[in-house]
T-cell receptor, first 114, second 114 residues
Framework: EPEVTQTPSHQVTQMGQEVILRCVPISNHLYFYWYRQILGQKVEFLVSFYNNEISEKSEIFDDQFSVERPDGSNFTLKIRSTKLEDSAMYFC????????????FGQGTRLTVV | GDSVTQMEGPVTLSEEAFLTINCTYTATGYPSLFWYVQYPGEGLQLLLKATKADDKGSNKGFEATYRKETTSFHLEKGSVQVSDSAVYFCALSVKETSGSRLTFGEGTQLTVNP
């Protein structure tokens, strides 16, 4: 069964450092999303990406965040200058097309900012 | 804005007990409704979904019915197993207004004891 793959599974970084979280979507999927889950809280939408551009972003997704699909395969989330409150589980999700409402999630990257 | 409210957890049951996890929603459009499950150490997996009023989603013995009149999508299972221990998330998506991004509830931790 096709799956969404995220790397790394766990990243520890110092406050102020840049991190890049990577996601390999299912090959024929066209819509890509990042969500995050702070420990003990609900899963929150960050950003959606379609046709090589951001289609929607939440208020959480401020200037320190960026996404791109640099090589037509990986879908990355970059946090430029990490803060303690960025510590969370980050999930990538992909969707085949606009008519199919089922999103497939990766296993997540646990980011710990120290 | 869109929101999902789940019953507070954690929920602890004995094997073969009946399970209900309540979920209610508010949405600006006509949502599709989902239950996702997160097993320990894994990502989010779609458990079941319903895309219109009175639809019943079902999978692995779990069921949920889309009730527009009560804006609810309660999850039920007649006889739980130890292997059902996981976190369950209710979610909605309104394609017309949010590009199929998901809005999640808080999650309910279910523990089933032998």
């Amino acid at each position: 069964e096709p799956e969404v793959t995220q790397t790394p599974s766990h990243q520890v970084t110092q406050m102020g450092q840049e991190v890049i979280l990577r996601c390999v979507p299912i090959s024929n999927h066209l819509y890509f999303y990042w969500y995050r889950q702070i420990l003990g809280q609900k899963v929150e939408f960050l950003v959606s990406f379609y046709n090589n551009e951001i289609s929607e972003k939440s208020e959480i997704f401020d200037d320190q965040f960026s996404v791109e699909r640099p090589d037509g395969s990986n879908f990355t989330l970059k946090i430029r200058s990490t803060k303690l409150e960025d510590s969370a589980m980050y999930f990538c999700a992909t969707l085949h097309d606009g008519k199919n409402t089922e999103a497939f999630f990766g296993q997540g990257t646990r980011l710990t900012v120290v | 804005g869109d929101s999902v409210t789940q019953m507070e957890g954690p929920v602890t049951l004995s094997e073969e007990a009946f399970l209900t996890i309540n979920c209610t929603y508010t949405a600006t459009g006509y949502p599709s409704l989902f239950w996702y499950v997160q097993y320990p150490g894994e990502g989010l997996q779609l458990l079941l979904k319903a895309t219109k009023a009175d639809d019943k989603g079902s999978n692995k013995g779990f069921e949920a019915t889309y009730r527009k009149e009560t804006t609810s999508f309660h999850l039920e299972k007649g006889s739980v197993q130890v292997s059902d221990s996981a976190v369950y998330f209710c979610a909605l998506s309104v394609k017309e207004t949010s590009g199929s991004r998901l809005t999640f509830g808080e999650g309910t931790q279910l523990t089933v004891n032998p």
